[in-house]
């Protein structure tokens, strides 16, 4: 059915619900059943409004194969975000170890020079320092980070309820993306303090379980957790922007899309992956120069061993740095978030199609469902225009 809220439309076989198990459809009896009868796991938030190929304009919350998202589904959206994750970033661990190294010392001169000597100095695979913590604490990264972004932007969005959800869309993807990537972090910064140890001192250990147990030994928890603060101070801002950015710039697409009389309901998968990929590359950018300065102060932090407080590490770095010092390795850093934002979407959008959780879009003739608070009614329109 075809269900409309005002100017939201959303195509659904079954009734649209809320986090609220508000049901928007008409009831075959009183009670917690929908239109057809199917019982609405009350735990998991369900879609607020899906794309609507009348709108032209991507949904606040993506209509799935499962439109009441369940335990499953977010398992698969979280499987997606672990993978892609975990690709792009040890992909793009030789940049990382040029950044990081730029970051860490005055003796490099540009990214080019920073790459010759490193393999110069230290052999071609000093440039894949740290793969190992990469590729597990991403994984894990990815898995909390994309799992619960999709749980809390519908939570959130079903708190605020259709009309205002359309109108504060932005805002909700900005919490989403924070209120996700907290829990994510607790998840990664052990493993990130491992990876930006062997990088900044290859000689501290051979492989992970060596460092980390060496760091564990040496430094205790604390020292696994120094650069928890900045860590969030860079990736929360980081991935608000990056999911935000990523969002408006897909709705912008396929608005011009929709406006040269291309729905996206017509559009093939791999034109959508290919909007996913360049709505990434602009995300990353903007997100890399948001979270630029705390990503070098992490850096400085777990150079070393934290003397005091982090937090008074965290402002004894910023001021010795300065303005300058905070942005540097920003062009290297640009280049190789841009590119794993945009990686990052173009996989995990190309996964939910392979695993049934991507936006569903169908252009049969089904009845309209209008619903209000107060009321609902279902018509069946005559030929109406995708």
Same mark, same amino acid.
């Given at each position: 059915m075809l269900v409309r809220f005002g100017q939201l439309v959303a195509w659904s076989q079954t009734p649209l619900l809320t986090p609220m198990n508000h049901e928007y459809a008409?009831?075959?009896?009183?009670?917690?059943?929908?239109?057809?009868?199917?019982?609405?796991?009350?735990?998991?938030?369900?879609?607020?409004?899906?794309?609507?190929? /009348?709108?032209?304009?991507?949904?606040?919350?993506?209509?799935? @194969?499962?439109?009441?998202?369940?335990?499953?589904?977010?398992?698969?959206?979280? /499987? @997606?975000?672990?993978?892609?994750?975990?690709?792009?970033?040890?992909? @793009?661990?030789?940049?990382?170890?040029?950044?990081?190294?730029l970051q860490l010392s005055d003796k490099y001169h540009g990214i080019s020079h920073a790459a010759r000597t490193i393999v110069k100095e230290e052999g071609a695979l000093a440039l894949l320092t740290g793969l190992s913590p990469t590729a597990v604490g991403y994984f894990l990264q990815g898995w909390f980070k994309f799992g619960l972004y999709e749980y809390f932007k519908r939570l959130y969005g079903g708190l605020a309820g259709p009309e205002r959800a359309e109108k504060a869309r932005f805002g909700i993807w900005l919490a989403a993306g924070g209120t996700a990537e907290f829990f994510a972090d607790l998840a990664l910064c052990p493993l990130e303090a491992t990876r930006i140890r062997l990088v900044s001192q290859p000689s501290f250990a051979n492989s992970l379980p060596e460092a980390f147990s060496k760091l564990l030994t040496q430094e205790g928890f604390r020292g696994l957790y120094a650069g928890l603060f900045p860590i969030l101070l860079k990736q929360i801002p980081y991935t608000m922007a990056k999911f935000a950015v990523f969002e408006t710039a897909s709705e912008l697409i396929y608005q011009a899309l929709e406006s040269a009389g291309k729905s996206k309901a017509d559009l093939r998968d791999s034109t959508k992956l290919l909007i996913s990929l360049n709505s990434g590359i602009f995300a990353g950018i903007c997100a890399a120069i948001v979270s630029q300065p705390a990503d070098t102060v992490l850096s400085v932090i777990n150079k070393t061993k934290v003397t005091g407080s982090v937090a008074e590490a965290t402002l004894r770095i910023i001021r010795e740095l300065g303005t300058r010092g905070l942005f540097r390795g920003l062009g290297a850093r640009a280049i190789m978030v841009g590119s794993l934002t945009a990686g990052q979407f173009f996989i995990y959008d190309g996964l939910k199609q392979l695993l049934g959780v991507a936006p569903v879009h169908k252009k049969e003739q089904m009845p309209l469902v209008t619903a209000t608070a107060s009321s609902s009614s279902v018509t069946a329109p005559a030929q109406q225009s995708q």
């Open positions: 008409p009831l075959k009896d009183e009670g917690s059943r929908g239109f057809h009868g199917h019982r609405r796991p009350s735990s998991l938030p369900g879609a607020v409004f899906g794309n609507g190929p /009348l709108t032209g304009r991507p949904a606040l919350v993506a209509l799935s @194969a499962d439109e009441n998202p369940t335990l499953v589904t977010y398992l698969k959206f979280a /499987l @997606a975000g672990a993978i892609c994750c975990s690709a792009t970033h040890s992909a @793009a661990v030789p940049i990382d170890v040029i950044k990081t190294r």
